[in-house]
C-alpha cells in the first residue's frame, strides 16, 4: 500500500493538470472518489477536469454541487493534461467512449480501484481489493498527503463509502470504513439527509415492479441458489427503468439460507446482464469471469448474449459447481 501511496503522491505534486474519470455509467463511488479528488487538487491550484462517459444521475448529483463534470460528447475537445486519474475501475473496457480518448493522449495514466486486479504493475496504481470503496483509498490517499478535507470533500468521500459498502453492510466493510466515517461526520456530513437525497427516490412504478419481480422469485440447489429475472416485458409493463432495477440483488442474499443471488436482466433482445451476489464465504467472481466479467470476489457480474432463459440455465450450472466445494450450512 504505501510504495503506491508515495509514488503517487509525488505524481501530484509534480504535476499541474489533471483528468478524472470513472468507468462508464458511474455510481456513488466513483463520482464521490473523483470529486473528492478534484477539489482537491483545485484547491492546492492545479488544474483537474472531471469527464465522464454518462452524464451523473440526478441522485448523485449531490457530490457535484457545482455542476463541474462534464459528460463525453462524441465531438468535444480535449485541452490536454499531465496525468489521468482512473477512479473505480482499471479495466479500460468499462470507460466506455473515454477509452479511446484517454488512450489518445499518451500521458501517464493511475488507476485508483478495489477490484480484484490481474494487472502486471499494479504497484503503479493504487488498487487494493480489501477496500470496501475507492472512496476509503481516496481517503486514505488524501491523508498520505496531509490534505485538509474541508466539508465538499468529505460529503463525496461519504457517498462512495456509504453507496459501496451498501450502508456499511458489505462484508468488506472494516473498523477503517466506520473510523473514516467518523472523521467526515465530524467534517459536517449529514448522514439522513445523505442517505435520503440518494435513496428516497423510488418511483411508484419502480416499487410495483419491485413487487411482482419478488413475486417470481425461483430458487434451486435446496434454496442455495435464488434468482430473480427482469424482462424487458416487464419493465415496460411498470414504465421502470434499467437504473430501477439495480439494487434487486440485495434482497435474494437475505432470504434465509441462500448463498448465491442472482439477477437476470434482459437489457436487449440478445444481452442479458447477470449481477452476483455470494453471501458469507462463498466467492462468485470466478463466475463471472468465465461469462468475460469480473467484479469483488463477493459481488460481480457480467453480460450475457443470448436469451433470458439460456443465461439462467448456464449461470446456475456454474453456480451450483461452485456450491460443490461448499457443503450446505445448516443452522
Ligand atoms: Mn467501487
Known sequence: ????LKKIAKIIRKNSSFLITTHAQPDGDGLGAQMALHF????????????NSDPTPPKFQLVDPRHEIQAYTPNMKLTPVDVVVVMDTHDWQMLGPMQPLIQSMKVPVIFIDHHVTELDEPNEHLIDEAFGSTGELVYTLLRWIKADIDTEMALALYVAIMTDTSSFRFKRTTAHSHLIASELLQKGVLPEQVYQSIYARDSISKVRLFGNVLENIQTSNHGRVAWLSVSRDTREKYQATIEDTEAFSNQLTLIAGVDIGIVFRED???QIKVSLRGNGEIPVFGIAKKFGGGGHRHA???KINGTLQQAITQVCREANEVLKGYPQQTS
Open 1 to 4: 500500500m504505501i510504495p503506491p
Open 40 to 51: 482537491y487538487l483545485k484547491k492546492i491550484g492545479k488544474q483537474s477536469l472531471v469527464i
Open 268 to 270: 436487449s433482445e440478445s
Open 300 to 302: 460481480a457480474g457480467m
